[in-house]
């Protein structure tokens, strides 16, 4: 039976989601990949452990993770019945509703109708009554943002979610449903877009708009799926994402086009004494508006370096100037 360090909290850094009341632990753990059927129970079971161990609180998973899709709500779902239940009030469980999930009209997108029935399924794979956090996963221009607005607010009423975010939406989309959250008194208080050194489009405009609307983001492929590490340093290895035929987000091309600059990167944190994936996730976490960086992890040695990066948070100017030239 898993029984928790006792010390788990005490280097664990949790920053304030926007002006809610919801703590993030800094560093959380993403179940898109990894989580599946086609991973082994016993590595999941590790990287979980060896997170909560160390403080991380917040567990992120979607509709569709798998493969196949579901299976990663099931598989995380059976570790918290085994073996985390009596730490369901020490943890933040957050699900999605957007992509595709099942066939014909109601299985994606943002109608009321989509997003109500797959936090159901969702709650029923994680065996639990309600969700911490619960999104929409991409905008819908073929749905009013006022009836996706009502369906998540429907499920903050029904307490199937204690508080609800959006996800993948630009800074214009964000303004608006914010506006529409606040007419309804819903605990709307987090985004989750991609943020990491190769991928800035956060820094225009959807800070500004989190900051004056009160919301907090938590960052997703902080790393840009293992680019940002030294997993690729000396080739692509047979396990890695890259080389895998089932992540078709990363390719072997990304991986040579993105290496010269990998390099570089790499030798500003070898001077600053930590790894590229400790300094990558640090830089992301310089952003007052980022409350979490959302972390995905093959095997506990990486959460273990990850974890690293909290020690040295602070970048000079300089090194600051250094990155912005070799991201040019
Ligand atoms: N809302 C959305 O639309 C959306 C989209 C994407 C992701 N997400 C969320 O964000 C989470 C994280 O996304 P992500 O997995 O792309 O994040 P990521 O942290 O950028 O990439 C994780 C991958 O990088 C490699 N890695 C991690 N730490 C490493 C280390 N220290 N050294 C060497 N390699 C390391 C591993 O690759 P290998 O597998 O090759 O070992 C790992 O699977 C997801 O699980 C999901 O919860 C949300």
Sequence with gaps: MYQAQEKRYDNMQYNRVGTSGLKLSAISLGFWHNFGDVDK?????????????????????????????????TNFGRILKDDLHHYRDEIIVSSKAGYYMWPGPYGEWGSKKSIVASCNQSLKRLGLDYVDIFYHHRPDSNTPLEETAQALDLLVRQGKALYVGVSNYSPEQTAAISKLFKALHTPFIIHQPPYNMFNRRVEEGLTDVLAAEGLGAIVFSPLAQGLLTNRYLNGIPADSRAHRADSPFLSEERVAATLSKVRQLNEVAENRGQTLAEMALAWNLRLPEIASVLIGASRVSQLLDNLKALDNLDFTPKELVRIDEILK
């Design 41 to 73: 129970m016993t590595t999941q079971k590790e990287v979980v452990f060896t997170a909560f161990d160390h403080g991380i609180t917040h567990f992120d998973l979607a509709n569709n993770y798998g493969p196949p899709a579901g299976s990663a709500e």
